[in-house]
Every structure is written in C-alpha cells, then in structure tokens.
C-alpha cells in the first residue's frame, strides 16, 4: 500500500473529520480569544496597528476556509495553495513533507497555524508605550512559545509521525521515548551519534604537543608541515565557551591544519573547563595569566618580537582588551596582528542573548552557579534557544517522534561537548559588557589596576563576521570597527556564527564580501562590497603576509619539543577531555 494511502486508511470518516474540522475552528478561535484578551490586560497597544492586524487576520481566515470549502474541503484530491502573500504560503522545513499540502486535514492545520503564528507576532509588534528591550523580550518568548506549538511537534497533528507510527506498529514512539529517557539522564539534548568521534583519531587530530601548561590552559604548538614558515608565528585564542576543536574537527574541515599547511608557525591555547577551584576567577586572569602569558610564552620560544594573534568569540573580545592593556603599558609591539573571529566589543546591538542579563536572569544565573561554576549545559541550553526551532525542536521530532538515528556530524558532537564557566567572570561578563556595555566606555573596565581604552589600539586588525550570525549579529561585530584606531579589514562572510568560520577552500561553499576601502558605516559597507565565491581563509592568509612576510627554516623551537619548552604530552592533551 502507498504511503498516502496507508495513512488515509487509518483516518476517521467523514462525519468525524467533519467534526474535527469544526472543533479545530472553535478551538482555534478560543485560543485567540485567550491571547489577545491576556495580552490586552497586561500591555498597551497601537491601535491603529491592532485594527489593521485583527482585519488582516479575519480577511485572512475566512479566506482560507473559503479556499478549504471551494477546493472540495475534506474530500479534496488536490491541494489548496494559499495566494503568494498569505502568511499562510510562505516557506517552511516543517512542513516540507508532501503530506502537510496533499491532505486536507494536515493541509487545514498547516496553514491555520502559520496564519495564527503571524497573527501572535503581529500583536507583539503593536505593543506600544514599553522599553525597546521589553519588546524585544515578548517577542522573543511570543516567538518561543509560537515555536513550541507548532503542529509538527505533537505526534497526533505531524502526517510523517502518524505514518511512520502505521508502518512500524509503534515502533518509533518506543524508539523515541529511548531517546528521551536517555537525554533526560544526561540532562542535555543529543544532536548526533557521539559513539563515531575520538578526540586525537579522527577530530582534534592535527599533529602537534603540548609545550606548556598552566591552571587555566594548555598550549599547544601544532607540528609544521612545511620547510619553510612565516617568521611571525600565530597564536589562536579560542572561546572558553566551548572546546578548542571547533577550529580543528576533520582533516578537510580543520583550519589549524589548513593553516600549518599554509607554513604558518601555529600555536593554540587549549583552556580548562571550570571547576569549583576556579570560582574566584576574573577577566584580568583570562587576560594576564591567559593571552599575554601566552604571548610571551611563545615570543620567548621563538625568541619573536610579536607574534599574531586570532581571538574567536569571547575569546576576541577579550583579545581587544589585551591589546588595550598592552597600548596602555606602551608593550603594543608584543602583537603584530590581531584577528576577530565574530567578536563582539560594543554590546549595543548584540541581539538575543541581551534578554537574558536583567536582574531576574541574573538571580538564576546566581543559583545555577552555586557551586563556583556555570555548568556548561545550561550555556549550551541558551544558545539552543537562540535557534530552538533548528536546535530544539527539529531533533523532538526527527529522535523522539519519528525516532530517527541520530547521524554522525563532527560539528554537532563538538556542539554537544560543553565547558563549564567560572562563576564571578561569566557574572561580570554579563553584566559589564552585555547589560552595561562598559568596554567601550573609556577608563570605565581595568585589567591588573589598568583602566584600559579600545582607541588606543593601533595593531592591524582583520574582522570577520557572519552574515546570518544569531550570536555575535553583523551589526554588532561591525561596531568593532569604530573603536580601533589602526588599519582594519572587515569580511562578510556567508553564514552564521560556526560554518561561517570553519568553510575551508576545499568546500567551495558560501561567500564572503569585501570592500578594499574602508567604509563609514555597515550600510556603506554592504552597499559597495564585492562577492567572491567561497572560503575567505585565502583571503586572510593574503593578509597575514602583508603584515609581516618574512619567513624562516624549520629547525629549533619551530618544532615541537625541540627548543626550550619540552613535550608534556601529545595533543589535544588533558584539558580538553576534562569534564
């Protein structure tokens, strides 16, 4: 029996599909009621805006049954499309399956929902007379709550549920609810087969050892492929946030590797995942016995002047406060370049993650690092938010519903490896730089008694962005431009905040967007930059060269464990395997 047919031979009779109909529109209706009644008593509306939003809606509704009843209702053998600019046309992953358009019940239900969804959303924009952020706030839960409740979530209303239930005897609700209980226990949503990736064999796998260690890290210096290598060796400061190997997943994907091939002298920092040990820690640690002390580890190794540097997330925001205090101590010189993977340093357009640093997030925060440290699943959890119908709600369906295996992706697993956060740094963090935007304040933050100043950083700076970035948004990092004072170069690139970075050449994916004179703003920037196809890795090395091209053999401390720093042991090394 086929698919469609298997599915329809389950499915009540007409009398009963008639009454569901029926059901479904009073019900619907009664929810709205609810809504918007709940949110009239609470809030102040435009409206004028209101007015047009309920009419849209109504006009829009009764068109959708009209099409529904004129189409043959429920025993339809075509579908119904919406007109092009109904909310209820619009594209959506969701409902990708044939089944959501070809049957008219889910057909019904699909575009009722999504005429629904635009109709809450609508109301949150015509709130009137809050603060912006309040705004920002309700829509964001409206947008949550919207997510949630898709019809693709419950088993009941998902066609391909309903099927896949038929086929298999139940089998996949079983299959499912393993998962479940499984992610339950380990209290962290799984996102891909964890069991198919070894840290050291088939990620994290690029030849190197580790030369140095202290409390908050592990560096690691990367084995050199090459004869010859650029004189000035890189540094890369990952986010703490996360593991390291984000920058180094699969031989094809790892930018540690492609960038030792490119004979480049690479160095990484591998940081320590918080422990009860490390509650007191602060930014002016991560700064002073972190990047500077890496730094100078590495510039007396090589016996350097400077060395460049690349800083990745929080990690290159807090790179900028580094060369602040260096340009304040008058050591700028330590650093030849600085690069910004998605950096933020002016927070005042830093997008969603600004709903969680008010005072009542800033209580529960409080109590979940009670033992000294943020466990690193609720940052994860947070993040996830950020995008839940991809990283939450997709995987309800496709592992608990449909009980789908989960496949093996390097980028997902590392996702899914979290770190634990200090408690005091991840509470300053908040609220100095995302609730009070002090870094680019002048004199307002101070690193080891310093009070630093971004303007005072003169190092070449190369800023990379993501164009569908929901961490560090575009407009955010592009901010970044308007507090250094030395030559910047600012790129586009296609994407968001991870596969806007890791797109090695190899790939041939995405774009980015350069312009070859500095422009005044984003708008201007957008307006004349020019498209190239592909990784910008190319791009950046280009850079790197005209920095400093100056090379050297390959002999001495440009080994691993062959200068005055001796092997600890082979990378990744310990830290990054501690939980």
């Not at 580790?210 to 908050?216: F, K």
Request: proline share 6%; aromatic share 10%; hydrophobic share 40%.
């Amino acid at each position: 029996m086929e698919k469609t047919n298997l599915l329809e031979a389950y499915l009540p009779t007409l009398d009963q599909m008639q009454q569901w109909t029926d059901t479904l529109g009073r019900a619907q209706q009664l929810m709205l009621e609810q809504a918007a009644g709940a949110t009239a008593r609470s809030l102040s509306f435009d409206p004028d805006m209101v007015s047009r939003i309920q009419s849209s809606f109504a006009d829009e509704g009764l068109a959708l049954w009209q099409r529904f009843l004129d189409s043959g209702g429920l025993l339809r053998d075509q579908p119904a499309p919406a007109p092009a600019d109904s909310p209820a046309a619009r594209k959506d992953r969701r409902f990708a399956d044939p089944a959501w358009t070809q049957h008219p019940f889910y057909d019904l239900i699909r575009q009722s929902y999504l005429l629904v969804s635009d109709y809450m959303l609508g109301l949150t924009d015509a709130v009137d007379g809050v603060d912006p952020k309040q705004k920002a706030k309700l829509r964001f839960a409206t947008n949550s709550m919207v997510d949630a409740l898709s019809p693709s979530n419950f088993p009941l209303t998902n066609p391909q549920v309903m099927q896949k239930t038929i086929e298999t005897g139940g089998e996949n609700l079983v299959k499912g609810l393993q998962h479940m209980l499984a992610d339950l226990e380990k209290g962290q949503l799984t996102h891909t087969d964890g069991s198919q990736f070894e840290l050291g064999r088939n990620i994290a796998a690029t030849p190197g050892k580790v030369i140095h260690e202290t409390p908050l890290y592990q560096l690691i210096h990367y084995a050199p492929s090459t004869e010859n290598v650029l004189e000035t060796p890189l540094i890369i400061f990952p986010p703490w946030i996360n593991r390291f190997y984000i920058l180094d997943l699969s031989p094809q994907k790892s930018f540690v590797k492609w960038a030792v091939d490119q004979g480049i002298s690479v160095f990484l920092v591998s940081w320590k995942s918080a422990d009860a040990t490390m509650k007191d820690l602060m930014w002016d640690d991560y700064i002073l016995r972190g990047q500077i002390d890496a730094i100078d580890t590495v510039r007396a190794l090589l016996k350097v002047k400077s060395v460049h540097t690349i800083g990745y997330c929080v990690a290159g925001t807090t790179l900028a406060a580094t060369l602040a205090l260096l340009a304040a101590r008058g050591e700028a010189d330590k650093v030849a370049s600085a690069t910004f993977f998605t950096a933020q340093v002016d927070f005042a357009l830093a997008g969603d993650l600004t709903l969680f640093v008010d005072d009542e997030q800033m209580k529960l925060v409080d109590q979940l690092s009670s033992k000294g440290f943020l466990d690193g699943r609720y940052m994860a959890l947070t993040f996830n938010l950020l995008r839940g119908r991809d990283l939450i709600w997709n995987y309800v369906v496709n592992n608990y519903l449909l009980g789908m295996d989960y496949p093996p992706f390097d980028l997902l697993y590392w996702n899914g490896d979290t770190t634990n956060l200090p408690a005091r740094w991840h509470r300053d963090y908040l609220t100095q730089l995302y609730r009070d935007n002090l870094l680019v304040v002048p004199g307002a933050i101070s690193v080891d008694g310093t009070p630093i100043d971004l303007r005072r950083i003169e190092t070449p700076a190369y800023v990379q962005s993501g164009k569908e970035d929901h961490i560090a948004p575009l407009e955010s990092v592009w901010k970044i431009t308007e507090h250094l004072s030395g030559p910047v170069r600012f790129i586009l690139a296609g994407s968001g905040h991870i596969a806007g970075v890791v797109n090695p050449p190899v790939a041939q994916k995405y774009q980015y967007w350069t312009c070859d004179a500095p422009q005044s703003d984003l708008q201007q920037f957008v307006a004349h930059a020019k498209e190239t196809k592909g990784s910008w890795w190319p791009d950046w090395r280009d850079w790197l060269e005209q920095v400093d091209a100056g090379t050297v053999p390959v002999k001495g401390g440009r080994v691993p464990g062959k200068g005055a720093l001796k092997v600890i042991e082979d990378a990744p090394g310990r830290y990054v395997k501690q939980r």
